[in-house]
């Protein structure tokens, strides 16, 4: 599977962006999909899931009610609506394929095996 990530940008302190996924390679509608970022010095960390329908999602807890995944799998996407955003959202977003099979919705990095190159975020205070 390869994905392409694109959206990031600079933005101010609540602000909004919306980050995609395009995903080519397998069939896309298959697989729960999840995004993740990583902030400079600290570890990569799950931010939202979809499941393979899009009638199921998870967020962590500190973007839920500002952020929102959804997906559109006849145009094998996958989409992360970014509003509010706060200084301490600046990271890179990466979007990922869970394992297939994975029937739960996880947060756990070592569960999903394919990554996108990353779109970094800035939002400036």
């Known amino acids: 599977v390869q994905l392409q990530a694109s959206g990031g940008g600079v933005v101010q302190a609540g602000g909004y962006l919306r980050l995609s996924c395009t995903a080519s390679?397998?069939?896309?509608?298959?697989?729960?999909m999840g995004w993740f970022r990583q902030a400079p010095g600290k570890e990569r960390e799950f931010v939202a899931v979809i499941s393979r329908s899009g009638g199921s999602t998870d967020y962590e807890d500190s973007v839920k009610g500002r952020f929102t995944i959804s997906r559109d799998n006849a145009k094998n996407t996958v989409y992360l609506q970014m509003n509010s955003l706060k200084p301490e959202d600046t990271a890179v977003y990466y979007c990922?394929?869970?394992?297939?099979?994975?029937?739960?919705?996880?947060?756990?990095?070592?569960?999903?095996?394919?990554w996108g190159q990353g779109t970094h975020v800035t939002v400036s205070s």
């Open positions: 390679g397998r069939p896309f509608s298959r697989y729960n």
């Open positions: 990922a394929v869970a394992r297939y099979g994975t029937t739960w919705l996880s947060r756990i990095r070592d569960e999903y095996d394919y």
